[in-house]
């Protein structure tokens, strides 16, 4: 049964910082990974996506790596900023699956003071 | 061109009464995805549905709950005699395709809050 976990669970951070969030699978067969950022009352936005095959991507300040043999994925924000403060959840989508039945972490909570 | 619009964003309900969920996908967007968040838990997948059809419940509970798609309108999530337990944010994604290339996107909507009495 695949399983995500995310850590830390929350972190705090000065502006201007550069920081890196975990993401941890149980099973390595998966078709892709996305980051996503949710804000408080607010939904989901995509924030960068990873086929199976691939092993980073870019968006930006955004950096995400995919390790899928070990299980893990990095998302490494650079040169934090106040608005970069959310909750920051990783989600992977098994293999085999026709669905998007994305299995999702419980959330890294970023707060980047200002 | 408008994101997946959900409705209402809050809702309150006391144990008992049913409570309805909305949602409407993007436009060009034929496939529903109902996921659910409780409180200090990651995002549980619950149904997906494709217009008129469930195609994967399987993360839904067996009782009280269900979920449909018409032909016109949006989707519903459905549930009746609400317990203090369905406290819960509810989400709806919605995507063009389903199984396309992997590089498909969610998008999701910015929730429905059930706060249960």
């Known amino acids: 049964k695949q399983e995500v976990t995310q850590i830390p669970a929350a972190l705090s951070v000065p502006e201007g910082e550069n920081l890196v969030l975990n993401c941890s699978f149980t099973d390595s067969a998966i078709y892709n990974l996305q980051w996503f950022r949710q804000d408080p009352g607010k939904g989901l936005t995509s924030l960068l996506l990873?086929?199976?095959?691939?092993r980073e991507q870019t968006s930006g300040r955004l950096n995400a790596s995919l390790d899928k043999s070990s299980g893990r994925s990095t998302l490494y924000i650079a040169a934090s900023q106040p608005g970069d403060s959310a909750t920051y959840l990783c989600a992977v989508r098994p293999f085999p699956s026709g669905t998007y039945k994305y299995i999702f972490g419980t959330g890294t909570r970023l707060k980047v003071l200002a | 061109n408008a994101g997946v619009m959900q409705n209402p964003r809050h809702l309150v309900r006391r144990r008992g009464q049913e409570a309805r969920l909305r949602c409407s996908p993007m436009k060009g967007h034929s496939h529903v995805y109902w996921y659910r968040q409780l409180p200090e838990e990651g995002l549980k997948f619950m149904v997906y549905?494709?217009?008129?059809?469930?195609?994967?419940e399987s993360g839904m509970p067996k009782e009280r709950f269900s979920a449909e798609f018409p032909k016109e309108g949006p989707s519903i999530l459905r549930i009746q005699q609400v317990v203090r337990g369905d406290s819960a944010a509810y989400f709806c994604a919605s995507s063009r395709l389903d199984r396309i290339t992997t590089n498909e996107k969610l998008f999701f909507g910015s929730g429905t809050q059930l706060s249960v009495l």
């Open positions: 549905l494709q217009k008129e059809n469930i195609i994967d």
């Open positions: 990873i086929q199976s095959s691939q």
